[in-house]
């Protein structure tokens, strides 16, 4: 609770709307309603309004301060339909396949994020992954200033020796299976940015291998080294405070006595805050590693480089996880423009 306690108070001091496509799932009402209580923002549930209520009722949960938004009743329908339309229309899409679309709520949900009805989205308690990114990818898209979207896990473990007093930021663990070097570096630079946003402090960048500095040969490794020097040329351009170092095998990255053997004089090494996998199989075994066997606080799927802020969080998420999610969505969206978009071309998220 450290670090998520530190995102609510960042919240508290500028409240955003959040919508939650899964309105009636027992964990997401409760969520919501600690989203309220603890004076977060504004939480919008999508969804038949009698099953929301009803499902609440049942739990006990209060709605004061809920938002509930059908779709099928919403005033929105038709121009969020005629919207989709335009932007699918070379696609072949179809005023009323438009509509029918928009009646699902992960859609419905995803253009209100991208019309500026609210500050950001969290689903994914009840979908598989493509259900939530494809409405997104859709409909929102990679930000201007952005080529890739990928994603990112939050882990706070109890033992404060690693990362940032016990932070973990890990990417990419969701939605890129092979990056290319190009796409290696761009999900380095995006979490490091992330990094730097919630956590006040430059991030440590390790890219990670099998491989500490030339200790095997293979065209693996070579692709690490290379978006290494990318991310750093990248961020340096961006303006991150970052360091970048690889490749790095996982105890050089986080372990100080390993990495003074292994690496002296790293500036990451030993110390890193952020882990950059070389692809999703590593990513996504690795975060669940940590968060079942080291027991962590696990926060994402946070989404990197969209043009707004949206979160698909696991089926297996917690109540817990999902309102530690909402608020790192919440403070993300505090200043997004800044971090992914041009700003001189399109309306602020305020």
Known sequence: MRFIGS???????????????????????????????????VPILLGDRSKIKEAAAQLNVSLEGVRIINPLQSEELDNFAKRFEQL????????????????????????MVAMHQVDGLVSGTNEV??????????????????????????????????GENGVLFMADCGVIP????????????????????????????ALLSYSTKGSATHSSIGKVQAATALAAQKAKQKLVEADFDGELQLDAAIVPEIAT??????????????LIFPDLN?????????????????YGQILLGLDRPAADVSRGSSAHDILGVAAIVGVQSIAYNLLYTDAAHRPPAE
């Open 7 to 41: 995102v609510i108070e960042k919240l508290q001091r500028h409240p955003k709307r959040i919508v939650f496509p899964e309105g009636s799932e027992p964990r997401v009402l409760q969520a919501a309603r600690q989203f309220h209580s603890l004076r977060l923002g």
């Open 88 to 111: 699918r229309r070379y696609k072949g899409v179809k005023e009323t396949e438009a509509r029918e679309v928009m009646l699902k709520p992960n859609y419905f949900g995803a253009m």
């Open 129 to 162: 992954t493509g259900s939530v990114l494809r409405p997104l990818f859709q409909i929102i898209k990679v930000a201007p200033q952005a080529t890739t979207a990928s994603s990112c896990m939050i882990m706070e473990v109890e033992d404060t020796r690693f």
């Open 178 to 205: 092979e990056p290319t070097v190009e796409q290696l570096a761009d999900i380095a630079v995006s979490t490091a940015q992330l990094a730097c946003q919630l956590l006040g402090v430059p991030a440590r960048v």
């Open 261 to 274: 053997r292994k690496v002296p004089g790293s500036k990451v090494a030993g110390r890193a805050n952020v």
């Open 282 to 298: 590593s990513g996504n075994i690795g975060s669940k590693l940590i968060q079942h066997i080291a027991r962590a606080n696990a």
